[in-house]
């Protein structure tokens, strides 16, 4: 077979064993790879009501059939288990170049099973694993231990590692890859940490077949000509996510103040004009033509400080949301996050919270809006855990909750709301609501037509349960889809597009509704694996100032969520999506998509049956 | 010359070039045998391209002792834009330096001349290996067509300008 390698690396941690196995190749005609091969692969892995922190949890490193070819940003990878914060499956979608390598090496999926019986780094070197003690490696920031690992294994060696807070199992702590790429929401580096490993070192030397390579270059060549580097992609090169700024403030969307306002006053010393003139040079993914990295640097304090990015949600969370407009303090934030291995979206939520526990006479961290000193150190305490820190790290909700005012956690599922105040784009409402792993803008993006294009009315839900379910530019069957290739948000790639990388893939054509019913399969198998965890209706649900608590000014001055409004909305997509009142996908619907399992089936198939 | 050069300063990292390398001579992608790379540190950003500069370096030639590095003539046609093409137009004459592997040994003396590292030991055939400009038409240019970036060029030396006249 051709794109794919066939192959599967099981590490048995506890064991010190590993093995290697067929891909199963039926799972990839249905699920594609990436998002879709994952939940496969979890549903069968994750015994039915597994604890989350239990070593019996795998962590899965899955790649794309396309990784590790001139396809660009199909670099990605997917990491995934049932998420010890939310208790969900999850997926978190990293670039650089650790899928590619992974495939140099021979493998679709590594999975991870067991705990490591002493601190562990995994050396993988083509077909060779060894167990190597991490002992000299721990406390290590994420861009020490990836110099330290490529001095000490291999200077070609791609290291998936986590940080400071990785280790002291924060429940967004990242897992990191070529420094400034983070696989980032919903504590997999949490994960890594209980199994007691490091980092995840890989070296690839053997090769990616695609049938006729030089036929297979001329259409890339085409496809890259022709669709990829044209306007409608290049702004993510030219200017990228910073851009977001003016635009999501101006629709009032931009979170402020832990989402007290949509608004924020210092925007403009946050946005893309101010980053623009600390920009050093624009920096890619492996394999992405696009590049749209931008790596700045900057001064705090008298030392250099230096960053690929922020991108918008970390400007938005770790800059408005904590009353920050000190683009260098920012700068520093985004660098210790990085470092420390922590999530910037649900760090800067924590921060932003903990400050207005303070402002409201709650709580007593000595912490306030707009206080950079503060909050440079509330971000070091929180990742080790140490003094108010340790309350910091128990995550929004719980933090919230601990301190009697659960109204203020901006969080859906125990996952931290990202950079668009669903009162500026009602869409976005939904879009939290329903996404499989809690309050996610990867999942459906009607806020890009709803502010950023402006094609959409923001303030209903007329049409937005549709646009959510089925749209191709950004609903959450395409994304499935798009995901699973894994083709970068980046790329607006088309179904016209995959359809010709698919015929490449498989040797035969694909129609645009076999394409979206691909998608369509692999969202409702994570919809399965939720409610075979237990999830109800309660779950999809916002957090309550969404629906309580007006903003005074901007774009969405008086915009609430109307509780009856939301529940309709909600209901309309549950029947939208085939799934009856209580979100439960029916026979019909699941028989109709070719989904091959059941809430009902006895979960683990035995390999070989 | 004609050879590639790959500019450290425009360079994104993407590494688009090496896989297009590969696919061109290795029949599938595996960047671990491209005929050139980017050397990128993660962390501070810093790039450094490594390209065979043919002709203009020739230490390979010089250091083999069986001849099997041949001067040959090449017409380089580039797919795709790239900086110096305004200046050179469609086509650029001049020479390359190939590996005859009929008389190639694998003695390993190229191996430790070529200062940018771009001269190897085959990992399948017992054989040297390097750039030839894929007979003409250099994929790794191909590959490098975002107009804001467009790192890797093809530079011409005084040898090559006698030819094009």
């Known amino acids: 077979m051709d794109f794919y390698t066939g192959k599967v690396l099981r590490i048995d941690l506890s064991a010190g064993a590993t093995a290697v196995e067929p891909l199963d190749m039926d799972w990839a005609r249905l699920y594609l790879g990436g998002k879709g091969l994952l939940f496969r692969y979890l549903w069968d892995e994750v015994a039915p009501g597994l604890d989350p922190a239990s070593p019996a949890n795998p962590l899965m490193l899955v790649t794309g059939p396309f990784a590790g070819t001139n396809v660009t940003t199909a670099s990605r990878l997917v990491v995934g288990c049932k998420s010890p914060t939310t208790g969900t499956i999850l997926d978190s979608y990293v670039g650089g170049s650790f899928a590619p390598e992974m495939k140099f090496a021979g493998y679709d999926i590594i999975i991870l099973t067991g705990v490591a019986p002493e601190p562990t780094v995994v050396w993988i070197s083509d077909d060779v694993v060894e167990f190597r003690s991490a002992t000299p490696y721990l406390g290590m920031k994420t861009s020490e231990v990836e110099e330290a690992l490529r001095n000490d294994l291999d200077g070609d060696a791609k290291v998936l590692s986590i940080g400071p807070a990785g280790e002291s199992r924060i429940p967004w702590a990242c897992l990191s890859t070529d420094q400034y790429h983070k696989a980032g929401r919903g504590g997999a580096g949490a994960l890594m940490g209980m199994k007691n490993v490091k980092a995840v070192a890989i070296r690839g030397t053997g090769s990616v077949p695609v049938g006729d390579a030089k036929a297979f270059l001329d259409a890339m060549y085409a496809l890259h000509h022709d669709y990829i580097l044209t306007d409608t992609n290049l702004w993510a090169h030219e200017e990228g996510t910073p851009m977001l700024v003016d635009v999501i403030n101006g629709g009032g969307a931009l979170p402020t103040r832990n989402y007290s306002s949509g608004t924020f006053e210092g925007a403009d010393k946050i946005n893309s004009e101010s980053f623009q003139k600390i920009r050093v040079k624009k920096r890619a993914c492996y394999q992405c033509a696009i590049g749209c990295r931008n790596f700045h640097a900057t001064k705090w304090a008298g030392a250099e400080v230096r960053g690929e990015g922020p991108e918008f949600e970390t400007i938005a969370l770790c800059g408005s949301n904590c009353g920050i407009d000190d683009i260098d303090a920012l700068m520093k934030f985004n660098e210790l996050c990085d470092e420390l291995g922590m999530d910037t979206i649900s760090s800067g939520s924590v921060v932003g919270l903990a400050m207005d526990l303070c402002e409201k006479g709650y709580a007593d961290f000595g912490l306030a809006f707009g206080d950079s000193k503060g909050y440079l150190q509330a971000v070091e305490l929180m990742a080790k855990r140490e003094g108010y820190g340790a309350e910091l790290a128990l995550g929004a909700k719980a933090l919230a909750a601990k301190y009697g005012h659960p109204e203020l956690a901006m969080q859906v599922k125990n996952m931290e709301v990202p950079g668009y105040d669903p009162r500026g784009a009602f869409g976005m409402a939904l879009s939290y609501a329903t996404s499989d792993r809690g309050a996610c803008h990867m999942r459906s993006f009607p806020v890009g037509q709803e502010i950023v294009e402006g094609s959409m009315p923001a303030d209903t839900f007329e049409g937005k349960a549709e646009w959510i379910v089925n749209a191709e530019a950004g609903g959450q069957n395409f994304f499935a889809l798009k995901f699973s290739g894994i083709w970068c948000d980046f790329w607006a790639i088309d179904l016209e597009q995959i359809a010709m990388l698919m015929k490449h893939l498989w040797g035969r054509e694909f129609s645009r509704d076999e394409l979206m019913q691909m998608g369509e399969r692999i969202w409702n198998l994570g919809r399965l694996f939720n409610l075979r965890e237990g999830l109800t209706i309660a779950d999809d649900a916002l957090p309550e100032r969404m629906h309580d608590q007006r903003f005074a000014e901007g774009a969405a001055a008086g915009k609430v969520i109307d509780r009856a409004a939301f529940a309709a909305a909600l209901q309309e997509y549950y029947a939208i999506r085939g799934w009856d009142a209580a979100g439960v996908p029916s026979e019909a619907k699941l028989s109709e998509l070719g989904v091959d399992v059941r809430l009902s089936t006895a979960s683990r198939r035995t390999k070989g049956e | ?165």
């Open chain 2, 1 to 165: 010359m004609p050879h590639v050069m790959i500019s450290s300063k425009k360079c994104t990292g993407c590494h688009m070039c090496e896989l297009a390398c590969s696919a061109q001579h290795e029949n599938a992608y595996r960047p671990s045998v491209a005929r050139l790379f980017s050397e990128v540190n993660p962390t501070t950003g810093a790039i450094k391209g490594h390209t065979c500069l043919q002709t203009a370096c020739a230490k390979c030639q010089e250091a083999c002792p069986e001849d099997a590095i041949v001067t040959k003539e090449i017409t380089v046609r580039v797919k795709g834009d790239y900086p110096g093409k305004e200046k050179h137009g469609e086509a650029v004459k001049g020479y390359v330096l190939v590996v005859d592997e009929e008389k190639c040994t694998n003695c390993g003396e190229c191996y430790d001349v070529c200062p940018t590292g771009v001269i190897h030991e085959h990992p399948d055939r017992e054989v040297a290996y390097k750039c030839d400009l894929c007979g003409g038409e250099p994929q790794c240019i191909a590959f490098c067509q975002n107009p804001h970036v467009l790192a890797v060029d093809l530079k011409v030396d005084k040898m090559d300008r006698e030819l094009q006249a």
